[in-house]
């Protein structure tokens, strides 16, 4: 009895010998197992940064390129405008090119002025003119309809006869007789820069004559210009005077008063007869097609 009760003990350590190497084992290979996991781990965080700063120098890359996108947009529409701009002058050379072979026989001095204005026809039922295919051309291409707007594009000194050049209704070109040259003797064409008030000014020639100022206190200025010295006082003037230049903005006139030559506003300046007070090109075409005629 007694031997095989010490037997039973000897098989017990036995057994727990081996349970105590299975559980080292075990554990062993679970430490392995954890550490393997923290090296996917550290590896996946690893792959994570790469894409993240890849992630960076694309979004840099595509702001970049985007950068580029807008200054090749930029540049694009710069050279559109200077494809533009080229194709409105080799016209404006076409154009004169055409006048003058038409006109190889008398030889009439041609002037084109650039003019960029419309002519509103929606109230005008009377006198409406005829559209020709050229200058000095007996050829009607079309007659102007009451509710028409007509693009002019310039004005046209053709010897002693003078055209405005228009777009009509279907995008063709043609030329319209004007009884008045508001470029006679040059007038309108620039003459010289002035610094006025730290800014540059073009004056444009414009002999003419004017009346009936009756401003009290209106002076005389030695530049276009209200912070301009005076030169003299006018007071009230009701004899002719002569004016000189304007402004290219034709706000003020240059005029000559006795002794004296000096700029006034163009709004004090008057007439003594019907019609507009400055007779520059744009206000002399419209009245002379249009606005006279809604008097």
Not at 23 to 50: C, M, P, R, W, Y
Not at 119 to 147: A, C, G, H, M, R
Not at 238 to 253: L, M, P, R
Request: glycine fraction near 4%; charge should be negative; aromatic fraction near 8%.
């Amino acid at each position: 009895m007694k031997k095989c009760i010490i037997l039973s003990a000897i098989c017990m350590l036995i057994i727990l010998a081996g349970c105590t190497k299975d559980n080292g084992n075990v554990a062993e290979e679970l430490q392995n197992q954890i550490e393997e996991l923290q090296n996917q781990i550290e590896e996946l965080q690893n792959k994570i940064e790469e894409l993240q700063n890849k992630n960076a120098e694309l979004v840099k890359e595509n702001e970049e390129l985007a950068l580029n996108n807008r200054n090749l947009t930029a540049k694009i529409e710069t050279y559109e405008k200077q494809i533009q701009e080229l194709s409105e002058h080799n016209a404006e050379l076409e154009e004169n090119l055409e006048l003058y072979s038409t006109d190889i026989e008398t030889r009439a001095k041609i002037i084109v002025h650039k003019l960029d204005t419309v002519l509103n026809f929606e109230d005008v039922t009377s006198d409406l003119p005829e559209i020709y295919k050229f200058p000095l051309s007996d050829e009607v291409i079309y007659t102007v309809q009451t509710n028409d707007k007509i693009n002019v594009k310039s004005f046209i000194e053709y010897g002693t006869k003078n055209y405005i050049k228009v777009i009509l209704p279907n995008n063709s070109t043609g030329y319209i007789k004007c009884k008045y040259n508001p470029y006679a003797n040059g007038n309108f064409t620039p003459i010289e820069n002035l610094t006025v008030d730290n800014k540059q000014v073009t004056i444009l020639k414009m002999d003419d004559s004017f009346c009936d100022f009756g401003y009290p206190n209106l002076n005389l200025k030695a530049l276009p210009s209200e912070t301009s010295e005076n030169v003299c006082e006018l007071g009230s003037v009701s004899d002719s005077v002569k004016s000189i230049a304007i402004t290219a903005d034709y706000k003020w006139v240059k005029i000559q008063f006795n002794e004296y030559e000096g700029w006034i506003p163009a709004g004090k300046l008057g007439r003594g007869k019907g019609g507009p007070i400055i007779e520059d090109p744009e206000t002399s075409v419209q009245w002379e097609f249009v606005t006279r005629h809604l008097i």
